[in-house]
């Protein structure tokens, strides 16, 4: 008897035991550094007066919380329970025709390994791929929810987005992108099962839709915060992103430019953006006519490495004062930010701004319709007028 209960001891995976007591995890919760622990366990670390990551060391947040890892947590429950996953994913499909292949019986075709490479099981694979990403976008939230709890995204992650057919790898990654969409813990939870990674390689691998979808499902999941940095943070993320910007192709470009765009509002990206050589490429993409390339270098101008690295470049004026002439309103309003920005970093970047007319057309916006175009433009102009009495007070 004992030595079955130290062989079930052993053949417990790691990622089901607690970073702090080793136990396997009865309530595992997310912490702001990304890593899921026991919440028992945390809790005890944290009410000792410890303010950091026990892994990382990483300091936590003044207001955090404790994220629950529900799909983690389903996973340890069937463990446990020695369930298999289809009574949870099976329920979900209330409403299924009988003739129809159960979600359960589409799942165990992904998760096959004979003959994987063979034509017949990449078709059988794409074919429940495809079903499934039906049914998630049918159903209502209820099955999405099951999925994520079933076991469902390790086999996507594991399987399709890292398959060398570019079509499973596409609808491996629609699907985990109509997950992401659901909600804030769905988000928390594909991080938890090694989304990052996964995602960060089809950004490198597959056709230009593979790459397109990965930027945009990166994208979804750093809406959340905690996900922000966990995505900065980990290896080659960001150089792959901005490796996009500047090889990819348009819809590419533009889906690369939004998820940095989303992930540089967390403050310690700014500067990773920034050393990965992202902005002599914005800057391009701007003259190019890339509204979400102003958006990005405005989040930049907020940070030092940002206004140094955007003021070395011969020519940004020109084209940020060609967007203030003739951008939409959209990009004129963050084009007005930046500027303001980086000439109250520089004197001498307010001089060349007044040179190529940006005081003059500030004028003529303080005019216009939208309030914020108003505000923005007036914000500049103050600061160029500064920049003009002190240089006719030192002369």
């Known amino acids: 008897?004992?030595?079955?209960?130290?062989?079930?001891?052993?053949?417990?995976?790691?990622?089901?035991?607690?970073?702090?007591?080793?136990?396997?995890?009865?309530?595992?919760?997310?912490?702001?550094?990304?890593?899921?622990?026991?919440?028992?366990?945390?809790?005890?670390?944290?009410?000792?007066?410890?303010r950091n990551c026990p892994l990382?060391?990483?300091?936590?947040?003044?207001?955090?919380?404790?994220?629950?890892?529900?799909?983690?947590?389903?996973?340890i429950s069937n463990f446990t329970l020695g369930s298999s996953n289809s009574n949870s994913i099976s329920s979900s499909s209330s409403s299924s025709n009988s003739k129809s292949p159960k979600p359960q019986t589409l799942l165990s075709t992904l998760t096959s390994?004979?003959?994987?490479?063979?034509c017949c099981s990449?078709?059988?694979?794409?074919?429940?791929?495809?079903?499934?990403n039906r049914l998630c976008k049918k159903s209502n939230s209820v099955f999405r929810q099951r999925f994520m709890e079933s076991g469902g995204v390790s086999a996507v992650l594991n399987t399709c987005v890292v398959s060398e057919n570019t079509t499973l790898k596409e609808l491996g990654l629609t699907l985990l992108l109509n997950l992401s969409l659901d909600n804030d813990d769905n988000k928390?939870?594909?991080?938890?099962?090694?989304?990052?990674?996964?995602?960060?390689?089809?950004?490198?691998?597959?056709?230009?839709?593979?790459?397109?979808?990965?930027?945009?499902?990166?994208?979804s999941?750093?809406?959340?915060e905690v996900n922000k940095g966990s995505i900065g943070a980990y290896p080659s993320a960001i150089t792959t992103l901005v490796s996009l910007l500047r090889d990819g192709k348009r819809r590419e470009k533009r889906e690369a430019a939004t998820a940095l765009y989303v992930l540089c509002s967390f403050p310690d990206n700014k500067k990773r953006v920034v050393e990965c050589g992202a902005i002599p490429i914005l800057v391009e993409m701007v003259g190019l006519g890339f509204e979400r390339a102003v958006e990005v270098l405005e989040l930049l101008t907020k940070c030092k490495e940002g206004r140094?690295?955007?003021?070395?470049?011969?020519?940004?004026?020109?084209?940020?004062?060609?967007?203030?002439?003739?951008?939409?309103?959209?990009?004129?309003?963050?084009?007005?930010?930046?500027?303001?920005?980086?000439?109250?970093?520089?004197?001498?970047?307010?001089?060349?701004?007044?040179?190529?007319?940006g005081l003059e057309i500030c004028l003529r916006l303080v005019e216009d319709d939208n309030e914020k175009t108003c505000r923005k433009a007036s914000t500049l102009m103050q600061t160029l007028r500064k920049c003009q009495l002190k240089f006719k007070t030192l002369n």
């Open 56 to 75: 990382t060391k990483q300091p936590l947040p003044r207001h955090f919380t404790l994220i629950p890892n529900h799909a983690l947590r389903s996973l």
């Open 308 to 357: 140094e690295e955007i003021g070395r470049i011969d020519g940004f004026v020109a084209v940020f004062v060609q967007v203030l002439q003739s951008g939409s309103s959209r990009c004129v309003v963050h084009a007005l930010s930046a500027l303001a920005s980086l000439c109250s970093y520089s004197e001498e970047l307010g001089w060349e701004v007044m040179r190529q007319g």
């Open 221 to 224: 999941l750093a809406m959340v």
């Open 1 to 50: 008897m004992a030595s079955q209960q130290q062989q079930q001891q052993h053949e417990i995976p790691d990622d089901f035991k607690c970073p702090i007591s080793l136990e396997i995890m009865a309530d595992p919760v997310i912490l702001s550094s990304g890593h899921t622990f026991d919440r028992s366990s945390i809790q005890r670390w944290i009410d000792s007066g410890n």
């Open 188 to 219: 928390v939870g594909l991080v938890a099962e090694g989304a990052i990674s996964r995602v960060v390689g089809a950004l490198k691998g597959g056709n230009s839709n593979c790459r397109a979808y990965a930027a945009t499902l990166l994208t």
């Open 122 to 132: 990449i078709e059988l694979k794409i074919d429940s791929l495809s079903q499934l």
């Open 113 to 118: 390994t004979g003959s994987s490479t063979s």
